[in-house]
């Protein structure tokens, strides 16, 4: 298993401005991934966090708005730019160990206003 | 990943077998059945998964039907503290990281 430490865990922002979350996880862990969750509805995939590379990004989700950072294998982070209220979700890092199973974190629930 | 339906909510009485289905037709050969369950205000947890066999861990069962379309996750002695949102993923095993989330049951525990 994998235990996951993200921060902050909820923050109220401005729009116009940008956060970033930070993932830490207590293993090298082999992919890491950050999801989305728009208040009431289920998660949705941003990115995959490539170690040493730009991120992959879904579709619908680009760089310029979410860009991500994972300099090592147990770090990464998630940038939300020039937030609107729209941008209000839990965003949520999950890491697979090589494994069958997928861990996620306790996500950051943000609110921009 | 194949798409799963799932009902949108379910009570179960406390210490009674909750029972969830899910529907997955369009499944491929190589796709497992994953569940996972989100307490509020928490992340998802793995709960379990299987490709054609019955599987049992200390949290639950999980039945998959003999051709696959379906599948029933199953709680034997629900608790307060089982209320949550349960998802069915279906996917390839070593995809792990990429799920896609339906919509899910909101179980709901009641005493």
């Known amino acids: 298993s994998a235990v996951i430490s993200q921060k902050p865990s909820r923050d109220i922002c401005q729009r116009g401005t940008s956060l970033t979350i930070q993932c830490q996880v207590d293993s090298q862990v082999t992919m890491m991934f950050w999801y989305r969750q728009q208040p009431g509805q289920s998660l949705t995939l941003i990115a995959t966090?490539?170690?040493?590379?730009?991120?992959?990004?879904e579709s619908g989700f680009v760089i310029d708005k979410f860009p991500i950072s994972r300099p090592n294998l147990t770090f990464s982070t998630l940038t939300v730019s020039n937030m609107s209220p729209e941008d209000s979700s839990i965003y949520l890092c999950?890491?697979?160990?090589?494994?069958?199973?997928?861990?996620f974190g306790q996500g950051t629930r943000l609110t921009v206003v | 990943d194949a798409k799963t339906t799932q009902p949108p909510s379910m009570d179960c009485a406390e210490g009674r077998a909750a029972n969830l289905p899910c529907n997955h037709s369009t499944i491929s050969g190589n796709e497992y059945v994953y569940w996972y369950r989100q307490i509020h205000s928490q992340g998802p947890q793995y709960i379990i998964h299987?490709?054609?066999n019955n599987e049992t861990n200390e949290m639950a069962s999980l039945i998959i039907t003999e051709d696959r379309k379906s599948s029933t996750l199953i709680l034997p002695h629900a608790t307060l503290r089982d209320t949550a949102v349960y998802y069915c993923i279906v996917r390839v095993s070593g995809n792990a990281g990429k799920s896609t989330f339906g919509d899910g049951t909101t179980l709901t525990v009641k005493p």
């Open positions: 966090a490539n170690q040493g590379s730009e991120a992959t990004y």
């Open positions: 999950s890491v697979t160990t090589g494994g069958t199973e997928a861990f």
């Open positions: 299987g490709l054609k």
